[in-house]
């Protein structure tokens, strides 16, 4: 089981990246999918996740500028997560997570991981 996240870099305040988490060696397309983001010196946040339904949940101060949208091609899934209007805080590595468990808002993430991309955002 590998998930690769791609799509990070460095880029200007209000500008905007799209994150990719590629799967392989499962099939995904029934699983729960969240993206995470730690800064340095923090701890591994929830961002967003999306049920294999398309339900999304947000974490409440990134509502209206972050989507999370899932692509089940083939039994290859793949997740994104569109980041706009992006600030400095925003600055993080950006962690895909795969078939936790949830219940209402809450996450609860697995053992899958990602190795992270980072994103920074930088005037």
């Known amino acids: 089981v590998q998930l690769v996240e791609s799509g990070g870099g460095l880029v200007l305040p209000g500008e905007s990246l799209r994150l990719s988490c590629s799967t392989s060696g499962a099939d995904f397309s029934g699983a729960v999918m969240a993206w995470y983001r730690q800064a340095p010196g923090e701890r591994r946040d929830l961002v967003a996740f999306i049920t294999s339904l398309g339900t999304t949940n947000y974490a409440d101060a990134l509502k209206g500028r972050f989507t999370i949208s899932r692509d089940d091609t083939d039994t290859k899934t793949t997740v994104y997560l569109q980041m706009n209007s992006l600030k400095p805080e925003d600055t993080a590595t950006y962690y895909c997570?795969?078939?936790?468990?949830?219940?209402?808002?809450?996450?609860?993430?697995?053992?899958?991981w990602g190795q992270g991309t980072q994103v920074t955002v930088s005037s």
């Open positions: 997570n795969a078939r936790g468990g949830y219940q209402g808002s809450c996450y609860y993430p697995s053992a899958y």
